[in-house]
């Protein structure tokens, strides 16, 4: 259920307006979205807040009821990686703020993520605006002005707070409790296309996770390869959008067999997504599974080829990564350019637990 949150702030930016009142804008303004930059500090919890207080300033009170939801509303886990077209989001669109307000945006999500994770942000909505070419997209509404930043609760140092940014191929869901980020669970990084070119800046999205998978099954002897198979390969992730709580069957090969090599580069494997979210909680979160790794499991399947099929899932007490190589495009120009999905979740710590 929606709330009318009213924040009580020293400055009103000049331009608050409306957020149906907004002007829309092209995609050529849009993509390459502004460079990560910290006008808060480094990025975490205390500079996140600071930048969504800026961030809400630019709206009237009836416009931020409209993406300001309670802390547990039934919209936080109303997610979906699909097209636009295909499935409506809840929040408020990048199409509909003003110019200011998406700067202070990008603002808000360089203060709440790490560079790393800044520039997966970057690479997918430019992988949208590619895909706004296809004589598709207009039906499937393929463009980068058509993802949505909510929150829920009030943002503030001393009461449980979060935001969800996504659309097509992305859903970040970040939590923040006593002025730390506590989870990124669950969150969707996809792409399509992988590699490409746009507007003479070249780009390649998550190719990095598939060879970080690929690296670990490479380390592994012929016995270890034989139980880590995953068997086939799914149509998609198992625990995606509408699967909050489920816990797949175990597969794969236990880190607690593997040698000092294989289990280190499951460590950088799992680190690709881990590292997405700021310091503050990504350090604190590869010790836990470092901690946890000898209960940890790894399965592949697939060779390192781009747009082949592959499909990984390291899967532990408090992990589940899936990552999946679909092996074929959607948009017709992205042929042969790389469809990926992935998932991270904490099944422990889900939407802030």
Same mark, same amino acid.
């Given at each position: 259920m929606k709330r009318t949150v009213i =924040?009580? =702030? %020293? =400055?009103?930016?000049?331009?608050?307006? %409306?957020?149906? /009142? *907004?002007?829309?804008h092209k995609h050529a303004q849009l993509v390459p979205i502004p460079a990560y930059r910290q006008p808060y500090g480094e990025a975490g919890a205390q500079a996140s807040l600071q930048a969504a207080k800026a961030?809400? *300033?630019?709206?009237?009170e009836a416009a931020r009821d409209q993406f300001m939801f309670t802390l547990?509303?039934?919209?936080? %886990? &109303?997610?979906?990686?699909?097209?636009?077209g295909i499935v409506d989001r809840t929040g408020i669109a990048v199409a509909e703020l003003s110019d200011v307000q998406r700067g202070l945006l990008f603002d808000f999500l360089a203060s709440s993520l790490s560079e790393e994770g800044y520039r997966k942000v970057m690479d997918i909505m430019a992988a949208e605006a590619f895909l706004s070419n296809d004589r598709r997209a207009r039906r499937l509404k393929w463009d980068p002005q058509n993802y949505w930043i909510s929150f829920y609760g009030i943002p503030s140092t001393d009461t449980p707070w979060g935001w969800q940014y996504g659309g097509h191929h992305l859903v970040l869901n970040i939590s923040v409790e006593n002025n730390r980020v506590e989870t990124m669970s669950p969150s969707f990084v996809g792409t399509e296309p992988a590699v490409f070119s746009l507007n003479g800046v070249d780009y390649v999205s998550m190719v990095d996770m598939h060879r970080a998978g690929y690296a670990v099954y490479s380390a592994l002897d012929a016995e270890q390869r034989a139980v880590t198979d995953a068997e086939r390969v799914p149509?998609?992730?198992?625990? &995606?959008? &509408? /699967?909050?709580? %489920? $816990?797949?069957?175990? $597969? &794969? $090969?236990s880190a607690s067999k593997l040698r000092n090599e294989p289990k280190a580069l499951m460590l950088s494997a799992i680190r690709k997504w881990v590292a997405i979210q700021p310091s503050e909680n990504a350090v604190p979160r590869m010790a836990q599974i470092e901690s946890e790794l000898d209960q940890t499991h790894f399965a592949w399947i697939g060779d390192s080829t781009l747009n082949t099929p592959a499909y990984m899932r390291i899967q532990g007490p408090t992990l589940i990564i899936e990552l999946l190589s679909t092996g074929g495009n959607v948009g017709e120009n992205a042929s042969g350019k790389g469809h990926y999905h992935s998932i991270y979740r904490n099944p422990a710590m889900e939407y802030g637990g």
């Open positions: =924040l009580v =702030l %020293a =400055l009103v930016l000049a331009d608050s307006v %409306a957020a149906h /009142k *907004a002007p829309t961030f809400l *300033a630019t709206f009237d547990n509303a039934a919209e936080r %886990a &109303g997610w979906s990686n699909l097209p636009a149509r998609d992730v198992q625990t &995606g959008p &509408g /699967k909050d709580g %489920a $816990i797949p069957s175990v $597969i &794969g $090969i």
